[in-house]
Nanobody, 122 residues
């Protein structure tokens, strides 16, 4: 599956952004989808994930209560609503797809999008 992440940009601290992950084809709904982020010089880290049915969202500790992941299988999209953004949220955000259930783990994912830059300024 080919994933396309979009929606990144420059935002002030406290602001909001909405990222989207899209993929053509009828197999999108069969994958669990995750978001990861990577800041310069740091490892790629888990942000959020959602099951193929749209139930059981999961979040990294640093974004709980601020970010919301959702999906629309009819439109082949997964969204990540990011509120109350902080300087430390600055990173390249990647969406990824997996059939596996250990979706907090980077090596569980088979397919990755190209990433979208999110920059939070003070």
């Amino acid at each position: 599956v080919q994933l396309q992440a979009s929606g990144g940009g420059l935002v002030q601290a406290g602001g909001s952004l909405r990222l989207s992950c899209a993929a053509p084809g009828r197999t999108f709904s069969t994958y669990n989808i995750g978001w990861f982020r990577q800041a310069p010089g740091k490892e790629r880290k888990f942000v959020a994930a959602i099951s193929r049915s749209g139930s059981s969202p999961d979040y990294g500790d640093s974004v709980k209560g601020r970010f919301t992941i959702s999906r629309d299988n009819a439109k082949n999209t997964v969204s990540l609503q990011m509120n109350s953004l902080k300087l430390e949220d600055t990173a390249v955000y990647y969406c990824a797809a997996t059939y596996g259930s250990k979706w907090t783990q980077r090596n569980e994912y088979n397919y990755w999008g190209q990433g979208t830059q999110v920059t939070v300024s003070s």
